[in-house]
């Protein structure tokens, strides 16, 4: 088998420690399989690793870290069987080299110092045999490790780091139990970066176009979920056996760290258990408090007594909103229950007006009011005492405008602070209470472009024809949507929105200068 010399790397301290113990028996699983090679290969161990579950063996042997041969009982991977079975040397040829040989390790040297096989030839039925092993340890739930020290002298096998990495891979590739690393992986929103130096050559690496293509959307901004989204749905599961594969031995890590060590598995699979047990907590609150609200007036949805001053309101509405603040709840729990704990947060807000409003005129009952006058119970009974020649109507069309300001305002706090699930969730409720505002939509159409998913993009094309069309005269739009069509490679849609912007205004520069582009 080729060798490429020396180690890639040197002086990489990945803060490895070796987890079989020389001599000594561990238990493995699928999950930390990939973690033992990679020990073996930080710590330059020379032996035979073996790997065991019930009656079967198989072992595989190590030079400086990096995997030399690997055998086990089964016909595929027996050297001298799969040779002959190959055709690539007889069975009386198998006999003889094996008369003169004490451990079955020592075949492939004997029958090159024969003359019975050509070295270049036996490396395929190596590598081959090197594959299956691999792959089919993966393949096991668990089992017991044992590694034996020791230096294997023969000149047959070479050292071959690109064959240790490619094999791991395969091995990941095929590894059972893959699914909870998977989801713990996409829980984490650390970014993901090449390490430097590598401790692999990665440009002689033989990589699948995919995997290509993966690697170089690694560039220390981006993390698990913004590569994905990149990708077809039918690719992710592929996508994350290869970047943990990267991460296990050390290609890639995490910005910030995760774990002050090596990458281990154990490490992110407890942390992220520890997350989806939170996120079930605040899921429970959220949904409880959600359907409470629908039966509550102001007093109950703030939990204040009838009564209360308005320090006290205050105070209550603020810790309110606190419970359910962007900082308090997971981001996976926001994006799930986003309609939820929008719908909360305006409950919160409409009583606290409410109760502020109550507060501020609730002096007793006027004159003109007469002897029953109740206190009122909801926001336009309030506004009708205030301003008592505006009909109940026209103030609740008032009010609704306000709070659709007020959410539109949030909207686009959230959009410049680069948070574009909240500008969307804000800017939905916003045309929720006030739905014939143009830049309400052109607003949401902002944001759900962001997201290159085809339903998401969908959604912007939706919001931006909404926005032009409510707002006619508005070139601005036409030019944004023009541009949408633009980049979405649909030329004929492009012009007709250029040619319309240029109606509205034929001296708009940015217009001529975009017709002029897909003319």
């Known amino acids: 088998m080729g060798s490429i010399g020396s180690r890639g790397g040197p002086g990489v301290d990945l803060g490895a420690q070796t987890t079989v113990t020389t001599g000594m028996q561990a238990n493995f699983s699928s999950q930390t399989l990939a973690e033992i090679f990679r020990d073996l290969y930080v710590g330059e161990r020379s032996g035979v690793l073996e790997l065991s579950r019930g009656n079967i063996e198989k072992r595989i042997y190590f030079d400086r870290g990096m995997i030399l041969f690997a055998e086990s009982g089964a016909d595929d991977e027996n050297l001298g069987r799969r040779l002959v079975s190959e055709g690539k040397i007889s069975p009386g ?44 340890v993966f393949q096991w739930e668990g089992g017991t490790a044992r590694f034996s020290e020791g230096w294997l002298l023969q000149e047959i096998f070479e050292s071959d780091i690109l064959l240790t990495f490619e094999v791991i891979l395969k091995g990941i590739g095929a590894m059972v139990g893959f699914e909870p690393i998977q989801a713990a992986m996409k829980g984490l929103d650390s970014r993901l970066k090449l390490r430097r130096p590598s401790p692999v050559p990665l440009e002689r690496v033989a990589l699948s176009p995919a995997h290509g293509y993966i690697l170089s959307r690694i560039d220390g901004k981006s993390r698990l979920q913004d590569i994905l989204a990149l990708l077809p749905p039918a690719e992710e599961g592929l996508a994350c056996r290869f970047l943990y594969g990267l991460l296990v031995l050390g290609v890639v890590c995490y910005d910030p760290p995760v774990g002050e060590a090596a ?116 926001m336009d009974d309030f506004l009708v005492r205030i301003e008592m020649d505006k009909t ?14 007020s959410y539109f305002s949030q909207a686009k706090k959230f959009m410049r602070e680069g948070d574009p699930y909240n500008a969307i969730q804000y800017g939905k409720l916003a045309i929720s209470y006030s739905p014939d505002e143009a830049r309400f939509y052109f607003l949401l159409a902002e944001c759900q472009v962001k997201n290159p998913d085809a339903r998401w993009q969908r959604l912007a094309e939706q919001n931006y024809l909404e926005a032009a069309r409510q707002d006619q005269w508005n070139a601005e739009y036409r030019i944004t949507l023009g541009r949408f069509y633009k980049r979405r490679g649909l030329k004929l849609r492009a012009k007709k929105q250029f040619e319309e912007a240029l109606t509205l205004a034929p001296t708009h520069e940015g217009a001529l200068k975009e017709l002029q582009s897909v003319s």
Do not use: C, W
Request: net charge negative; no cysteine.
């Open 263 to 378: 990458f281990r598995i154990t490490t992110i699979l407890r942390d992220h258990a520890d997350t989806v047990a939170l996120e079930g907590l605040q899921e429970r609150m959220v949904l409880e408090t959600y359907a409470a609200m629908r039966n509550k007036n102001p007093h109950e949805v703030l939990g204040l007594p009838s009564g209360a001053s308005r320090d006290t309101i205050e105070s209550a509405y603020e810790e309110a909103k606190d419970r359910f603040s962007r900082d308090r709840i997971l981001p996976r729990i926001r994006e799930r229950l986003r309609a939820e704990l929008a719908v909360i947060e305006s409950r919160f807000v409409e009583a606290y007006l409410t109760l502020v409003q109550a507060r501020a005129n609730d002096h007793g009952p006027r004159p003109e009011d007469g002897a029953d006058a109740k206190e009122p119970q909801g």
């Open 392 to 405: 109940k109507t026209k103030v609740a069309i008032e009010e609704n405008a306000k709070l659709a300001e």
């Open 93 to 136: 040829a198998l006999s003889e080299a094996r008369r003169n040989i004490s451990e079955p390790k020592d075949l492939a040297q004997a029958l090159v110092n024969r003359g019975l096989i050509g070295k270049e030839t036996l490396s395929h039925t190596v590598r081959y045999i090197v594959e299956q092993v691999i792959q089919s």
